[in-house]
């Protein structure tokens, strides 16, 4: 099994897609997590390229957010798409990125995940509330690298 395996259990990744629904269910915006071992590139250039490989930009309100979490690094950025970064101030993620870090520095990964995706959410919400039409654009499962 690799390290991206074995982060977390089974019962953590349903924790933290459990997350996603409902950060999803108070937005329209599309939460994804991706982790992977390691990246030699800057953590918020490879969240970048991950979220295009992962057609997050194809979301109608461009409105897709990638929580990118690099295991043995470390190392995470949050990436969000055009129709956010056209509407929130620059320090928009900052206080999702404090909440997150203070549970990476305790090596608590599942719920730095988890409460970095709530407040994701609830960031969010402000700009792009929930519409009664809603599609789950973007799957909720996590990707792996
Ligand atoms: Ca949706
Ligand atoms: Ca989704």
């Known amino acids: 099994m690799s390290k991206v395996e074995s982060f977390l259990s089974k019962a953590d990744e349903q924790h933290i897609i459990e997350a996603i629904r409902a950060a999803e269910k108070a937005t329209s915006g599309e939460i994804r997590v991706h982790l992977e071992q390691t990246t030699s590139l800057a953590p918020f250039e ?3 390229e991950v979220f295009y490989d992962l057609k997050m930009n194809e979301t109608q309100d461009q409105n897709g957010v990638l929580i990118y979490l690099a295991v043995a690094d470390k190392k995470f ?3 969000g798409d055009k129709g956010i970064n056209q509407v929130v101030d620059e320090d928009f993620w900052d206080n999702t990125k404090n909440i997150m870090t203070q549970h990476f520095k305790n090596n608590n990964f599942k719920q730095g995940l988890i409460d970095g995706i709530l407040e994701s959410g609830e960031q ?4 792009f509330p929930y519409q ?5 654009e973007l799957s909720n499962e996590i990707s792996k690298g």
Do not use: Q
């Open 46 to 48: 490879r969240a970048l």
């Open 77 to 79: 950025a949050i990436c």
């Open 124 to 127: 969010l919400k402000k700009y």
């Open 132 to 136: 009664d039409h809603d599609s789950d």
